[in-house]
């Protein structure tokens, strides 16, 4: 069983940066894709960005250029490095594991507790 422990974020100034982390515990094997969402005030939650087991990438229009999201393999971390932050960037970040049949399912998968950003002057 996967669980994912998510860090690293906290309130910031518009145009800085912070960098998620989601730490897996348990065994993450075969093929699998890991994503960010995020849920903002009133907002229903948005896919950020997807990384699967073959390095391939995905990012929602609104992140494109600012956030990048990467793995540490040996470390079964997944971050969120996000620059230029805008106040509509403020949100609860979440990270997600699916397996290959959870996504082609588009079965619930692994949730982490999420971490709040909040992007203000």
């Known amino acids: 069983q996967v669980q994912l422990v998510e860090s690293g974020g906290g309130l910031v100034q518009p145009g800085g940066s912070l960098r998620l982390s989601c730490a897996a515990s348990g065994i993450i094997s075969g093929v699998y894709v890991m994503s960010w969402y995020r849920q903002g005030p009133g907002k229903q939650r948005e896919l950020v960005a997807t990384?699967?087991?073959?390095?391939?990438?995905n990012y929602v229009d609104s992140v494109k250029g600012r956030f990048t999201i990467s793995r540490d393999y040996a470390k079964n971390t997944v971050f969120l490095q996000m620059n230029s932050l805008k106040p509509e960037d403020t949100a609860v970040y979440y990270c997600r594991h699916q397996t290959f049949y959870d996504y082609r399912q588009n079965l619930e998968g692994t949730w982490g507790q999420g971490t709040q950003v909040t992007v203000s002057s």
């Open positions: 990384i699967n087991s073959g390095g391939g990438t």
